[in-house]
């Protein structure tokens, strides 16, 4: 073979190994910037019926309340705290033919005593499942004083209350 055509095949054979090893170091070689995006869903507020009184009170006396709360949520729910502002006071239904302004009841924690929590009650640990709803008893949650007026003797009392609660997805 002449020495032209020996170069030319070395320096071909070389280029040709050359592009094979470049296109296979190529094909492993990958990069590349982008953003990956998620939304967030939004949560909805749990919802209540007021709490009702499930005890038969008199004057001194704390019982126990009732409410129902319900989750719209599709994930399931803890709730941590139940408020009520004094300021909404407490709604009575009184039997036919009194009347019952002044209810002498008030709603918080009276485990401890008579004088309560202020309307609060925390460090609750409430479950409802997702799109649910849920009755819970909570005990020695609300008390009459003694100035309750005569009127309100038989009646059914009702109290606003906002519910506070955290996501219980495990």
């Known amino acids: 073979m002449r ?18 090893a470049g296109a296979a170091w190529a094909s492993w070689v990958a990069g590349g910037d982008g953003t990956a ?8 507020e749990l919802t209540t019926n007021v709490v009702t009184t499930d005890a038969t009170l008199f004057p001194g ?11 719209p949520n599709p994930y399931p729910v803890k709730v941590t705290s139940i408020v009520w502002n004094p300021s909404d006071g ?6 036919a033919g009194k009347t019952c302004g002044n209810t002498g009841v008030y709603f918080g924690d009276f485990s401890q005593n008579n004088i309560g929590t202020n ?13 649910d ?5 909570l005990p020695k949650t609300v008390h ?12 059914t009392f009702s109290i606003k209350v906002h519910v506070s609660g955290v996501s219980n997805a495990s």
């Not at 006396?61 to 989750?71: A, F, H, K, P």
């Not at 407490?90 to 039997?95: E, G, I």
């Not at 709803?133 to 008893?137: D, I, K, N, P, R």
């Open 133 to 137: 709803s849920a009755q819970f008893t």
């Open 37 to 44: 995006s998620a939304q967030a869903g939004t949560a909805s």
């Open 3 to 20: 020495k032209s055509v020996k170069r030319a095949v070395v320096i071909g054979t070389t280029l040709a190994v050359a592009g094979v």
């Open 144 to 155: 009459m004083i003694n100035n309750s007026e005569d009127g309100c003797q038989g009646a």
């Open 90 to 95: 407490v709604q009575a239904t009184p039997v």
């Open 61 to 71: 006396v704390t019982g126990d309340s009732t409410i129902s709360i319900n989750n």
């Open 119 to 131: 309307g609060v009650l925390s460090g609750l640990d409430l479950e409802i499942a997702k799109g």
